[in-house]
Protein backbone atom coordinates (compact mmCIF):
# COMPACT_ATOMS: atom_id res chain seq x y z
CA UNK A 1 0.00 0.00 0.00
CA UNK A 2 2.77 2.41 1.02
CA UNK A 3 4.95 2.09 -2.26
CA UNK A 4 0.95 2.45 -4.37
CA UNK A 5 0.68 5.74 -2.54
CA UNK A 6 4.03 6.84 -2.95
CA UNK A 7 3.42 5.85 -7.22
CA UNK A 8 0.27 7.87 -7.02
CA UNK A 9 2.02 11.02 -5.21
CA UNK A 10 4.87 11.40 -7.57
CA UNK A 11 2.25 10.41 -10.71
CA UNK A 12 0.54 13.48 -9.26
CA UNK A 13 3.57 15.65 -9.52
CA UNK A 14 4.17 14.78 -12.69
CA UNK A 15 0.64 15.59 -14.10
CA UNK A 16 0.44 18.85 -12.28
CA UNK A 17 4.07 19.83 -13.61
CA UNK A 18 3.39 18.93 -17.10
CA UNK A 19 0.15 20.62 -17.33
CA UNK A 20 1.75 23.95 -15.71
CA UNK A 21 4.54 23.79 -17.99
CA UNK A 22 2.14 23.64 -21.03
CA UNK A 23 -0.39 26.12 -19.68
CA UNK A 24 2.68 28.63 -18.93
CA UNK A 25 3.42 28.31 -22.99
CA UNK A 26 0.23 28.96 -24.19
CA UNK A 27 0.01 32.28 -22.12
CA UNK A 28 3.10 33.08 -22.86
CA UNK A 29 2.26 33.10 -26.49
CA UNK A 30 -1.41 35.20 -26.02
CA UNK A 31 0.29 37.44 -23.32
CA UNK A 32 -1.19 36.62 -20.41
CA UNK A 33 0.84 36.04 -16.85
CA UNK A 34 2.45 32.78 -16.49
CA UNK A 35 1.00 32.32 -13.03
CA UNK A 36 -2.17 32.76 -14.62
CA UNK A 37 -1.59 29.74 -16.61
CA UNK A 38 -0.12 27.54 -13.94
CA UNK A 39 -3.43 28.41 -11.78
CA UNK A 40 -5.76 27.50 -14.13
CA UNK A 41 -3.81 24.19 -14.77
CA UNK A 42 -3.68 23.19 -11.25
CA UNK A 43 -7.82 24.30 -11.57
CA UNK A 44 -8.49 21.98 -14.86
CA UNK A 45 -6.28 18.98 -14.23
CA UNK A 46 -7.08 18.62 -10.11
CA UNK A 47 -9.26 16.37 -8.85
CA UNK A 48 -12.56 18.28 -8.80
CA UNK A 49 -12.33 19.07 -12.40
CA UNK A 50 -10.70 16.49 -15.54
CA UNK A 51 -8.81 14.65 -12.55
CA UNK A 52 -11.67 13.17 -11.25
CA UNK A 53 -12.35 11.63 -14.68
CA UNK A 54 -8.90 10.32 -14.70
CA UNK A 55 -9.52 6.83 -12.63
CA UNK A 56 -7.55 4.28 -11.63
CA UNK A 57 -7.90 1.46 -9.52
CA UNK A 58 -11.40 3.27 -8.31
CA UNK A 59 -9.15 6.41 -7.35
CA UNK A 60 -8.88 10.19 -8.89
CA UNK A 61 -4.99 9.57 -10.95
CA UNK A 62 -4.21 13.46 -9.45
CA UNK A 63 -4.98 13.67 -6.10
CA UNK A 64 -4.27 16.66 -3.37
CA UNK A 65 -2.81 14.85 -0.48
CA UNK A 66 -0.70 15.86 2.63
CA UNK A 67 2.71 14.98 0.48
CA UNK A 68 1.57 17.22 -2.26
CA UNK A 69 0.48 20.06 -0.09
CA UNK A 70 3.96 19.94 1.54
CA UNK A 71 5.72 20.13 -1.84
CA UNK A 72 3.82 23.38 -2.42
CA UNK A 73 4.73 24.51 0.95
CA UNK A 74 8.26 24.04 -0.19
CA UNK A 75 7.64 26.10 -3.66
CA UNK A 76 6.65 28.93 -1.45
CA UNK A 77 9.48 29.01 0.79
CA UNK A 78 12.03 29.11 -2.47
CA UNK A 79 9.88 31.90 -4.03
CA UNK A 80 10.08 33.61 -0.97
CA UNK A 81 13.57 33.33 -0.51
CA UNK A 82 14.45 34.35 -4.04
CA UNK A 83 12.44 37.59 -3.30
CA UNK A 84 14.33 38.62 -0.53
CA UNK A 85 17.57 38.18 -2.71
CA UNK A 86 15.85 41.07 -4.67
CA UNK A 87 16.35 43.34 -1.39
CA UNK A 88 18.97 44.20 0.76
CA UNK A 89 18.10 44.76 4.67
CA UNK A 90 19.36 48.24 4.09
CA UNK A 91 16.53 48.70 2.08
CA UNK A 92 14.03 46.78 3.76
CA UNK A 93 15.15 49.06 6.79
CA UNK A 94 14.64 52.57 4.91
CA UNK A 95 11.32 51.31 3.88
CA UNK A 96 10.37 50.42 7.08
CA UNK A 97 7.82 52.92 7.82
CA UNK A 98 6.01 53.00 4.44
CA UNK A 99 6.16 48.84 4.90
CA UNK A 100 5.15 48.69 8.36
CA UNK A 101 1.84 51.65 7.82
CA UNK A 102 0.77 49.50 4.48
CA UNK A 103 0.99 46.36 6.08
CA UNK A 104 -0.69 47.33 9.03
CA UNK A 105 -3.41 48.93 7.45
CA UNK A 106 -3.62 45.60 4.88
CA UNK A 107 -4.36 43.66 7.80
CA UNK A 108 -6.28 45.90 10.25
CA UNK A 109 -9.22 47.19 7.68
CA UNK A 110 -9.95 43.95 6.09
CA UNK A 111 -10.38 42.60 9.62
CA UNK A 112 -12.57 44.72 11.09
CA UNK A 113 -14.35 44.80 7.51
CA UNK A 114 -15.16 41.56 7.41
CA UNK A 115 -15.67 41.35 11.15
CA UNK A 116 -18.45 43.76 10.70
CA UNK A 117 -20.02 42.82 7.73
CA UNK A 118 -20.37 38.89 8.26
CA UNK A 119 -21.92 40.02 11.87
CA UNK A 120 -24.62 41.94 10.22
CA UNK A 121 -25.06 38.93 7.79
CA UNK A 122 -26.12 37.05 11.21
CA UNK A 123 -22.64 35.09 11.61
CA UNK A 124 -22.16 34.89 15.33
CA UNK A 125 -18.84 36.63 16.69
CA UNK A 126 -16.43 33.99 16.63
CA UNK A 127 -17.05 33.03 12.96
CA UNK A 128 -17.23 36.54 12.11
CA UNK A 129 -13.18 36.34 13.47
CA UNK A 130 -12.71 33.74 11.67
CA UNK A 131 -13.67 34.98 8.17
CA UNK A 132 -12.11 38.03 8.71
CA UNK A 133 -8.60 36.13 9.67
CA UNK A 134 -8.96 34.65 6.47
CA UNK A 135 -9.09 38.40 4.76
CA UNK A 136 -6.06 39.09 6.54
CA UNK A 137 -3.06 37.70 5.20
CA UNK A 138 -1.81 38.30 1.13
CA UNK A 139 0.15 35.61 -0.67
CA UNK A 140 2.83 37.17 -1.99
CA UNK A 141 4.61 34.77 -3.93
CA UNK A 142 1.36 35.17 -6.50
CA UNK A 143 2.66 39.29 -6.72
CA UNK A 144 6.48 38.65 -7.00
CA UNK A 145 6.34 36.41 -9.93
CA UNK A 146 4.12 38.73 -12.02
CA UNK A 147 6.44 41.59 -10.84
CA UNK A 148 9.36 39.46 -12.04
CA UNK A 149 7.58 38.50 -15.79
CA UNK A 150 7.28 42.68 -16.17
CA UNK A 151 11.07 42.92 -15.09
CA UNK A 152 9.38 45.02 -12.37
CA UNK A 153 10.60 42.85 -9.16
CA UNK A 154 13.51 46.12 -8.09
CA UNK A 155 10.95 48.87 -8.77
CA UNK A 156 9.42 51.67 -6.64
CA UNK A 157 5.91 49.65 -6.01
CA UNK A 158 7.61 46.01 -6.19
CA UNK A 159 9.73 46.96 -3.22
CA UNK A 160 6.86 48.86 -0.72
CA UNK A 161 4.72 45.25 -1.85
CA UNK A 162 7.28 43.06 -0.78
CA UNK A 163 8.01 44.82 2.36
CA UNK A 164 4.38 45.40 2.96
CA UNK A 165 3.70 42.00 2.44
CA UNK A 166 5.95 40.78 4.92
CA UNK A 167 4.34 42.58 7.95
CA UNK A 168 0.89 41.84 6.46
CA UNK A 169 1.80 38.43 6.70
CA UNK A 170 3.70 38.55 10.25
CA UNK A 171 0.49 40.36 11.52
CA UNK A 172 -1.77 38.39 10.51
CA UNK A 173 -0.18 35.13 11.85
CA UNK A 174 -0.15 37.19 15.26
CA UNK A 175 -4.31 37.62 14.74
CA UNK A 176 -4.70 33.74 13.30
CA UNK A 177 -2.62 33.01 16.59
CA UNK A 178 -5.52 34.76 19.20
CA UNK A 179 -8.29 33.72 17.27
CA UNK A 180 -7.34 30.06 16.86
CA UNK A 181 -6.71 30.27 21.02
CA UNK A 182 -10.61 31.59 20.90
CA UNK A 183 -11.80 28.27 19.48
CA UNK A 184 -10.80 26.60 22.26
CA UNK A 185 -11.67 29.81 25.24
CA UNK A 186 -14.08 31.36 23.94
CA UNK A 187 -14.63 34.81 22.97
CA UNK A 188 -15.39 35.83 26.42
CA UNK A 189 -12.11 34.94 27.07
CA UNK A 190 -10.37 37.46 25.43
CA UNK A 191 -7.77 39.28 27.47
CA UNK A 192 -6.21 42.73 25.19
CA UNK A 193 -3.23 42.14 27.30
CA UNK A 194 -2.70 38.90 25.96
CA UNK A 195 -3.53 39.82 22.13
CA UNK A 196 -0.78 42.44 22.41
CA UNK A 197 1.86 40.62 24.02
CA UNK A 198 1.04 37.60 21.24
CA UNK A 199 1.61 40.54 18.60
CA UNK A 200 4.87 41.84 20.40
CA UNK A 201 5.85 38.56 20.45
CA UNK A 202 5.69 37.65 16.57
CA UNK A 203 6.89 41.19 15.65
CA UNK A 204 9.82 40.72 18.11
CA UNK A 205 10.88 37.44 16.83
CA UNK A 206 10.74 38.25 12.90
CA UNK A 207 13.70 40.80 14.35
CA UNK A 208 15.76 38.89 15.79
CA UNK A 209 15.56 36.79 13.22
CA UNK A 210 16.76 39.35 10.67
CA UNK A 211 19.44 40.64 12.77
CA UNK A 212 20.76 37.25 13.75
CA UNK A 213 19.85 36.24 9.52
CA UNK A 214 22.11 39.46 8.38
CA UNK A 215 25.13 38.81 11.34
CA UNK A 216 25.18 35.08 11.22
CA UNK A 217 24.77 34.13 7.62
CA UNK A 218 26.72 35.82 5.61
CA UNK A 219 29.42 34.21 7.77
CA UNK A 220 28.34 30.70 7.37
CA UNK A 221 28.24 30.99 3.23
CA UNK A 222 31.63 32.31 2.70
CA UNK A 223 33.62 31.03 -0.06
CA UNK A 224 36.50 30.99 3.13
CA UNK A 225 34.71 27.89 4.10
CA UNK A 226 33.41 26.09 1.27
CA UNK A 227 35.21 25.29 -1.61
CA UNK A 228 34.43 21.60 -2.90
CA UNK A 229 31.59 22.39 -6.12
CA UNK A 230 28.16 22.74 -4.67
CA UNK A 231 28.68 23.56 -0.94
CA UNK A 232 27.53 27.49 -1.40
CA UNK A 233 24.57 26.19 -2.88
CA UNK A 234 23.91 23.38 -0.26
CA UNK A 235 24.36 25.29 2.89
CA UNK A 236 22.72 28.89 1.38
CA UNK A 237 19.66 26.01 0.91
CA UNK A 238 19.83 24.47 4.29
CA UNK A 239 20.02 27.95 5.65
CA UNK A 240 16.83 29.23 4.28
CA UNK A 241 15.26 25.84 5.24
CA UNK A 242 16.57 25.66 8.60
CA UNK A 243 15.56 29.53 9.32
CA UNK A 244 11.58 28.41 7.99
CA UNK A 245 11.48 25.34 9.85
CA UNK A 246 12.91 27.72 12.81
CA UNK A 247 9.92 30.54 12.39
CA UNK A 248 7.52 27.95 11.66
CA UNK A 249 7.94 26.43 14.93
CA UNK A 250 7.36 29.16 16.78
CA UNK A 251 3.31 30.11 14.68
CA UNK A 252 5.10 32.43 12.30
CA UNK A 253 4.92 31.67 8.68
CA UNK A 254 7.64 29.17 7.49
CA UNK A 255 8.39 31.97 4.37
CA UNK A 256 9.25 34.52 6.50
CA UNK A 257 12.03 32.91 7.84
CA UNK A 258 13.04 32.41 4.25
CA UNK A 259 12.66 35.67 3.14
CA UNK A 260 15.09 36.98 5.98
CA UNK A 261 17.54 34.56 5.41
CA UNK A 262 17.61 35.68 1.21
CA UNK A 263 17.91 38.97 2.05
CA UNK A 264 20.81 38.75 4.27
CA UNK A 265 22.28 37.03 1.47
CA UNK A 266 21.52 39.47 -0.92
CA UNK A 267 24.79 41.90 -0.68
CA UNK A 268 27.08 38.94 -0.18
CA UNK A 269 30.28 37.85 -2.68
CA UNK A 270 27.85 34.62 -3.02
CA UNK A 271 25.31 36.80 -4.82
CA UNK A 272 25.63 35.72 -7.61
CA UNK A 273 26.26 31.92 -7.54
CA UNK A 274 23.63 31.76 -4.87
CA UNK A 275 21.06 33.67 -7.63
CA UNK A 276 21.64 31.42 -10.30
CA UNK A 277 21.50 27.86 -8.51
CA UNK A 278 18.04 29.26 -6.85
CA UNK A 279 16.66 30.54 -10.21
CA UNK A 280 17.06 27.13 -11.57
CA UNK A 281 14.92 25.36 -8.68
CA UNK A 282 12.75 27.88 -9.14
CA UNK A 283 11.56 26.77 -12.48
CA UNK A 284 10.31 23.81 -10.94
CA UNK A 285 8.85 24.59 -7.03
CA UNK A 286 7.30 28.22 -8.53
CA UNK A 287 5.15 26.63 -11.40
CA UNK A 288 4.21 23.19 -9.07
CA UNK A 289 3.10 25.51 -6.19
CA UNK A 290 0.69 27.35 -8.39
CA UNK A 291 -0.72 24.18 -9.60
CA UNK A 292 -1.19 22.56 -6.59
CA UNK A 293 -3.03 26.04 -5.17
CA UNK A 294 -5.57 25.69 -8.48
CA UNK A 295 -6.21 22.27 -7.83
CA UNK A 296 -7.16 22.38 -4.53
CA UNK A 297 -10.16 24.46 -5.74
CA UNK A 298 -13.70 22.52 -5.39
CA UNK A 299 -16.62 23.52 -7.81
CA UNK A 300 -18.66 20.42 -6.81
CA UNK A 301 -20.11 21.77 -3.85
CA UNK A 302 -21.10 25.23 -4.92
CA UNK A 303 -25.08 26.22 -4.40
CA UNK A 304 -26.92 29.51 -4.13
CA UNK A 305 -25.92 30.29 -0.75
CA UNK A 306 -22.39 29.88 -1.61
CA UNK A 307 -22.16 31.90 -4.11
CA UNK A 308 -24.05 34.39 -2.63
CA UNK A 309 -21.19 34.54 0.58
CA UNK A 310 -18.30 34.28 -2.14
CA UNK A 311 -19.46 37.22 -3.64
CA UNK A 312 -19.61 39.55 -0.49
CA UNK A 313 -16.67 38.04 0.70
CA UNK A 314 -14.43 38.54 -2.89
CA UNK A 315 -15.92 42.31 -2.46
CA UNK A 316 -14.54 42.41 0.79
CA UNK A 317 -11.33 41.06 0.06
CA UNK A 318 -10.91 43.36 -3.18
CA UNK A 319 -11.55 46.32 -1.90
CA UNK A 320 -10.39 46.39 1.81
CA UNK A 321 -6.70 45.36 0.10
CA UNK A 322 -6.81 48.29 -2.83
CA UNK A 323 -7.64 51.18 -0.76
CA UNK A 324 -6.31 49.78 2.65
CA UNK A 325 -2.93 49.56 1.09
CA UNK A 326 -3.04 51.41 -2.50
CA UNK A 327 -4.14 54.77 -0.12
CA UNK A 328 -1.43 54.71 1.86
CA UNK A 329 0.79 53.85 -1.02
CA UNK A 330 0.55 56.64 -3.01
CA UNK A 331 1.25 58.85 0.20
CA UNK A 332 4.91 57.36 0.53
CA UNK A 333 5.36 56.59 -3.21
CA UNK A 334 3.91 60.11 -4.20
CA UNK A 335 2.77 58.72 -6.93
CA UNK A 336 -0.84 57.50 -7.54
CA UNK A 337 -0.26 54.75 -10.56
CA UNK A 338 2.21 53.12 -8.49
CA UNK A 339 0.48 53.14 -5.04
CA UNK A 340 -2.74 51.72 -6.51
CA UNK A 341 -0.38 49.22 -7.85
CA UNK A 342 0.61 47.98 -4.55
CA UNK A 343 -3.31 47.88 -3.40
CA UNK A 344 -3.73 44.91 -6.23
CA UNK A 345 -0.69 43.52 -5.56
CA UNK A 346 -2.11 43.28 -1.97
CA UNK A 347 -5.17 41.44 -3.22
CA UNK A 348 -4.13 37.90 -3.31
CA UNK A 349 -5.16 35.65 -0.26
CA UNK A 350 -2.96 32.73 0.42
CA UNK A 351 -2.52 29.87 2.91
CA UNK A 352 -3.34 31.59 6.04
CA UNK A 353 -6.53 32.13 4.60
CA UNK A 354 -6.86 28.09 3.95
CA UNK A 355 -5.31 27.65 6.98
CA UNK A 356 -8.14 29.28 8.69
CA UNK A 357 -10.88 27.74 7.29
CA UNK A 358 -9.31 24.55 7.97
CA UNK A 359 -9.46 25.30 11.76
CA UNK A 360 -12.61 26.54 11.49
CA UNK A 361 -14.35 23.50 9.59
CA UNK A 362 -12.41 20.91 12.04
CA UNK A 363 -13.46 23.03 15.04
CA UNK A 364 -17.05 22.69 14.19
CA UNK A 365 -16.88 26.45 14.42
CA UNK A 366 -17.50 26.86 10.58
CA UNK A 367 -19.82 25.19 8.24
CA UNK A 368 -18.98 23.41 4.76
CA UNK A 369 -20.54 26.51 3.40
CA UNK A 370 -18.28 28.65 4.80
CA UNK A 371 -15.20 26.94 4.24
CA UNK A 372 -16.12 26.72 0.69
CA UNK A 373 -16.65 30.01 0.76
CA UNK A 374 -13.26 30.99 2.32
CA UNK A 375 -11.36 28.59 -0.24
CA UNK A 376 -13.45 30.02 -3.51
CA UNK A 377 -12.25 33.86 -2.20
CA UNK A 378 -8.59 32.40 -1.75
CA UNK A 379 -9.27 30.91 -5.17
CA UNK A 380 -10.71 33.89 -6.87
CA UNK A 381 -8.07 36.71 -5.48
CA UNK A 382 -5.28 34.45 -6.33
CA UNK A 383 -6.61 34.24 -9.87
CA UNK A 384 -7.69 38.09 -10.16
CA UNK A 385 -3.98 39.67 -8.90
CA UNK A 386 -2.17 38.53 -12.06
CA UNK A 387 -4.75 39.87 -14.33
CA UNK A 388 -5.40 43.09 -12.96
CA UNK A 389 -1.89 43.76 -12.46
CA UNK A 390 -0.76 42.86 -15.86
CA UNK A 391 -3.22 45.20 -17.58
CA UNK A 392 -2.40 47.97 -15.13
CA UNK A 393 1.17 47.49 -16.78
CA UNK A 394 -0.10 47.26 -20.02
CA UNK A 395 -1.86 50.31 -20.08
CA UNK A 396 1.58 52.15 -18.90
CA UNK A 397 3.37 50.23 -21.36
CA UNK A 398 0.77 51.75 -24.23
CA UNK A 399 0.98 55.53 -22.07
CA UNK A 400 4.28 55.41 -22.77
CA UNK A 401 4.59 54.69 -26.64
CA UNK A 402 1.18 57.21 -27.14
CA UNK A 403 4.01 59.79 -25.61
Known sequence: MEETHFIQVIISVGILLFASKLMTELFLRIKLPIVLGELLAGVIIGPFALGSFLIINGEPLVQI?????????????VILFMAGL??????????????????????????????????????DALQSMLIATALTATSIAISIQVLSEFGKIKSAEARLIIGAAVVDDILAIAVLSVVTSLTTSGVDQIEITDVVLTIIKVLGFFGVMLLSAVIIIPKLVTPRLWKAKGSIEGISTAAFFGAAALAGS?????????FAVGMSLSTTKVFGKVES???????????LFFAIIGAQVNFHEVNFEILLLSSI????????????????????????????????????RG????????????????????????????????IITPIWLKLDYGKQIKTKNIK
Do not use: W
Not at 332 to 339: A, C, E, H, M
Open 277 to 287: FIGKIGLIFAP
Open 86 to 123: EMTPKEFIKGGKASFTVGSLGVIIPFFSGLIVFQIFGF
Open 65 to 77: GEEIRILGDIGAI
Open 351 to 382: EVGLIVAGVGVSSGILTSNVYSTIVIMVAATT
Open 313 to 348: IIIIAIITKLFGCGLPACIFLKNKSQGMRVGIGMIS
Open 250 to 258: IGLSPIVGA
